[in-house]
């Protein structure tokens, strides 16, 4: 039986980009905008965090955006306000970061793991090939200062359940240890988090691999699209994009919530 209560999909950023970064070789020269997302889980075992989105302080402070971020490049700055901290979003629900148990981090791009700093959770799970590729590997949107800190690190390799009814399901391509999460609740169909092994529902609608995959392996990236695809027909579960800003206006908006 599922131990899954809530799930709140949080908004902590939008970030305007070119889409041929989420739909590989497809929409060259259209700039969407896209939420970066974190979701809050409530189970009976505790709180659990799917990714903590952007380092606020290298977005607000002139001096670290000029750093991490060139206007000129893949990565301009996303668009971020103080209210979009994740403490603020716990707030408005009466918690504190104390009160997030387990954060799961989809992968180490900085608009997914940056928020760490505000929000570290008692544990930090994430997977051994993607905390080997952001150390060891060059991609411009791992920040490395994001995950230098003294985090309460799990690492894990390969599938596994959180709690029943949160599983850990691998979907590498877009980075190397990318993970989704699957989330059964007690109404409705189950969710799989796709996290970046989907931005858009045309990725997942017309398979089209990320625009960035990890040592330039589209292959890898649409076999984790086509199990996600078999996974929700199996099992009649629903596939939540991670960036696309349509799909998340039809969602419940926070402080409402799913279960």
Same mark, same amino acid.
């Given at each position: 039986?599922?131990?899954?209560? @809530?799930?709140?999909?949080?908004? %902590?950023?939008?970030?305007?980009?070119?889409?041929?970064?989420?739909?590989?070789?497809?929409?060259?020269?259209?700039?969407?905008?896209? #939420?970066?997302?974190?979701?809050?889980?409530?189970?009976?075992?505790? *709180?659990?965090?799917?990714?903590?989105?952007?380092?606020?302080?290298?977005?607000?402070?002139?001096?670290? *955006?000029?750093?991490?971020?060139?206007?000129?490049? !893949?990565?301009?700055?996303?668009?971020?306000?103080?209210?979009? *901290?994740?403490?603020? &979003?716990?707030?408005? !629900?009466?918690? %504190?970061?104390?009160?997030?148990?387990?954060?799961?981090?989809?992968?180490?791009?900085?608009?997914?793991?940056?928020?760490?700093?505000?929000?570290? =959770?008692?544990?930090?799970?994430?997977?051994?090939?993607?905390? /080997?590729?952001?150390?060891?590997?060059?991609?411009?949107?791992?920040?490395?200062?994001?995950?230098?800190?003294?985090?309460?690190?799990?690492?894990?390799?390969?599938?596994?359940?959180?709690? #029943?009814?949160?599983?850990?399901?691998?979907? #590498?391509?877009? %980075?190397?240890?990318?993970?989704? $999460?699957?989330? /059964?609740?007690?109404? =409705?169909?189950?969710?799989?988090?796709?996290?970046?092994?989907?931005?858009?529902? /045309?990725?997942?609608?017309?398979?089209?691999?990320?625009?960035?995959?990890? /040592?330039? *392996?589209?292959?890898?990236? $649409?076999?984790?699209?086509?199990?996600? @695809?078999?996974?929700?027909?199996?099992?009649?579960?629903?596939?939540?994009?991670?960036?696309?800003? %349509?799909?998340?206006?039809?969602?419940?908006?926070? #402080?409402?919530? &799913?279960?």
């Amino acid at each position: 039986m599922t131990q899954a209560l @809530k799930l709140w999909p949080l908004l %902590t950023a939008v970030h305007r980009y070119d889409k041929s970064l989420s739909t590989r070789n497809c929409g060259q020269g259209k700039i969407i905008q896209a #939420p970066i997302l974190a979701y809050l889980i409530e189970t009976r075992n505790g *709180r659990i965090l799917y990714d903590v989105g952007c380092d606020y302080s290298k977005i607000a402070d002139p001096f670290l *955006r000029a750093d991490y971020y060139d206007e000129e490049n !893949l990565f301009g700055a996303p668009e971020m306000h103080e209210s979009q *901290r994740l403490p603020n &979003h716990l707030a408005k !629900l009466g918690l %504190t970061p104390a009160d997030v148990d387990l954060v799961f981090l989809s992968h180490l791009h900085f608009d997914h793991a940056g928020g760490l700093c505000d929000v570290c =959770g008692k544990e930090v799970h994430v997977q051994k090939d993607e905390l /080997e590729a952001a150390q060891n590997t060059f991609d411009p949107a791992y920040f490395s200062a994001d995950i230098a800190g003294d985090y309460p690190w799990k690492v894990m390799q390969g599938e596994y359940d959180l709690v #029943p009814g949160v599983r850990a399901i691998s979907s #590498p391509g877009h %980075t190397a240890g990318h993970m989704s $999460l699957w989330v /059964e609740l007690s109404k =409705g169909a189950p969710i799989v988090l796709c996290g970046d092994a989907a931005d858009l529902a /045309e990725n997942i609608q017309k398979e089209i691999p990320p625009g960035i995959c990890w /040592e330039d *392996r589209a292959d890898l990236a $649409l076999d984790s699209i086509r199990k996600l @695809k078999s996974l929700a027909a199996e099992e009649s579960a629903e596939l939540w994009p991670n960036h696309d800003m %349509t799909f998340f206006r039809s969602l419940n908006q926070f #402080p409402k919530f &799913h279960e």
